[in-house]
């Protein structure tokens, strides 16, 4: 199992390129599925979690190939053999409960396994089933599988107990091919969504209201083929610019949204970090310790819960205390116990952290819980004294596209070393 091995205290500079986004890329590869027709994806990052659904959609039946450059794939759900998602295929992977709503949209009919993942939180799927179910849908959950059926999907105003990104994604790529109107109310507003909305329309779907809190979806008989870039994945950038904010140095973003990061990029600037942007790019400039900053974790337009693991690590070196409320996922402080590995001053009292920051962290052997507490462990060995080997880091390939090789490429003593024997 790889580890990755960080010599602290060096500064970082350069440029860094940013991959397609993670929470793009997983439903919109599935929503592959919607179509008879080839779906072209560019912006493709390469990660574990892509892996893990590519396979997924292989098995069943739906041809993958790579595309005319290296970051793109064409897929071809033409001859789906297989209305399947077994469990020894998605066990690692909350999202793949994504291929539910295409597959009973479009053939009447899926068994998914109840997914895996990181052991963050419940996350529970019961706003999916609803959801479907009024749509029509008759579903069961029975041997640890949701097993659904619909002869046709039928439009509904369906309003989620709770904003729910993957439940919106799916309900969303239902709807296109369902009979009549759904309108989701409470819809996830994040860019995302928003992304694979657009990807939808090329495709011939008719979407109006994403990037807001309803959105109205008029079913259509059926869906074809299209090409569409991912968008960047703002998490990635919001990980570099901690990165740079903690270390200091001067790093240059490519191909980021800053309209994707307001929040991040308003705590970063609290903090005393410079930050200019432009279409597609982001600078990050860090010089001496970062003043402490709260946050309080939401849903977007809100604090990320994606970015609360990176900044507390940020937070950690920084001057004076600072407190972090994470609303979101109810087990998304196990970061903390391995931050305290190298030294940093952190107090749990249930869903709030108070940080301490201290003028330097020391290097440890740390492990990895989840993928954005990978993020956070990087960060932290970043700054610190001597070595940091992170363990597990097998979280962070699930979302993080040669992390690695990025930060080594702007000045980071970093590298991937295998378990001794």
């Given amino acids: 199992m790889d580890k990755l091995l960080i010599r602290g205290g060096q500064r970082l500079n350069g440029e860094v390129p940013i991959s397609g986004a993670k929470n793009a890329a997983l439903p919109e590869l599935c929503a592959a599925l919607l179509s008879a027709e080839p779906l072209t994806l560019t912006n493709v990052p390469r990660l574990q979690d892509v892996s ?10 739906v041809a993958a190939e790579p595309g005319a450059t290296e970051d793109a794939l ?22 793949s409960i994504l291929v539910l709503g295409p597959l009973l949209a479009r053939f009447g009919r899926a068994r998914v396994s109840l997914p895996g993942g990181c052991a963050i939180g419940s996350r529970p799927v019961d706003q999916h089933i609803k959801g479907l179910q009024a749509m029509g849908a008759e579903i069961r959950v029975e041997h640890g599988y949701i097993v659904a059926e619909a002869s046709r999907l039928q439009g509904a105003r369906i309003t989620t107990d709770m904003v729910t990104v993957t439940g ?13 109107e759904t309108v989701l109310e409470n819809a ?32 259509v008989e059926s869906l074809h083929g299209a090409s569409h870039h991912i968008v960047p994945d703002r998490i990635e950038a919001g990980t570099f610019l901690c990165a740079v904010a903690a270390t200091g140095g001067d790093v240059v973003l490519r191909r980021a949204n800053a309209a994707h990061l307001t929040t991040v990029i308003e705590k970063l600037r609290e903090a005393g970090i410079d ?12 010089s001496g310790r970062p003043k402490a900053v709260s946050f309080r974790t939401s849903e977007y337009p809100s604090f990320p819960t994606d970015m609360q693991a990176q900044f507390m690590a940020l937070n950690c070196i920084a001057e004076g205390s600072s407190r972090v409320t994470e609303t979101i996922f109810e087990n998304r402080f196990m970061h903390v116990n391995e931050l ?12 709030t952290a108070i940080v301490h920051g201290v003028e330097r962290l020391s290097g440890a052997t740390v492990m990895a819980t989840d993928l954005r507490a990978s993020a956070s462990l990087v960060i932290g060995g970043l700054v610190a004294d001597g070595e940091t080997l992170v363990d597990r880091i097998y979280h962070l390939d699930r979302g993080y596209d040669r992390m690695e090789s990025k930060l080594r490429a702007i000045g980071a003593q970093i590298e991937r070393v295998g378990r001794a024997p």
């Fill in 168 to 180: 919106t994604e799916n309900l969303l790529m239902a709807a296109c091919l369902a009979e009549g």
């Fill in 275 to 286: 930050i200019e942007s432009g279409d597609d790019w982001i600078r990050v400039r860090g």
């Fill in 340 to 351: 305290t590995r190298l030294g940093a001053q952190i107090e749990v009292d249930g869903h």
């Fill in 52 to 61: 893990t659904t590519l396979k997924l959609l292989r098995n069943m039946g």
């Fill in 74 to 95: 064409v897929l071809d759900a033409s001859r789906v053999t297989l209305t399947e998602a077994p469990y020894e295929l998605v066990k690692t992977m909350r999202a």
């Fill in 188 to 219: 996830a507003q994040e860019p995302e969504v928003s992304d694979l909305a657009e990807m939808l329309i090329a495709m011939g779907a008719r979407i109006e209201g994403h990037g807001t809190r309803r959105i109205t979806v008029q079913g």
